[in-house]
């Protein structure tokens, strides 16, 4: 683990892995509840987490890095669900890629039960873990100029939803018509990270 001041009033953390990022992002959050620890944001992705609003940052260096990581605390909070139609492009890819039938991957993806690890690439979208690994998928060889907003993707071990039109080198399984980005919403996010996801197949169109 290191820590690098980012400016006047932030410091990024680095670790070694997703889930050690997961469990200090949950120290650090426990940590400002009690308030022992003054931030404003702390932001955590792949494998860093940024504390954003943090006085003298590289006073904090010694004792941030040598915090022990935490287990998420269960939530009480009701799965978000999304709606799916799984008629994806890329859904044959995919089976080919498990060894199985499209019926199959969508019983499998439908029956997990997904986090939100974290967020980026585009406002709204939620980098969801919850697959084992063996379900892990290759990015398409060549990307995709324009995915549609709603597209349901898979990319090595994460599950994302497309909140809008972007390129993307994902593989498309399915749709949703659920908003995932409305800055006219409080919040505007409808997935930030320790939200619990399910995806629920509906029939087209």
Known sequence: MRALPVGQEALLIEVGSAEEAGALHTALLRRRAEGTLTVREIVPAARTVLLDGLPDPARWIPELTALEGEPPAPSTCSPVELPVRYDGPDLAAVAAHWGMSEREVVRIHAGTEFTVAFCGFAPGFGYLTGLPACYDVPRRATPRTAVPPGAVALAGPY?????????????????????????????????????RVRFVPVEGP
């Open 159 to 195: 599950t994302g939803v497309y909140p809008r039109t972007s390129p993307g080198g994902w593989q498309l399984i399915g749709a949703t018509d659920a908003v995932l980005w409305d800055h006219t919403r409080d919040p505007a996010a409808l997935l930030s990270p320790g939200t």
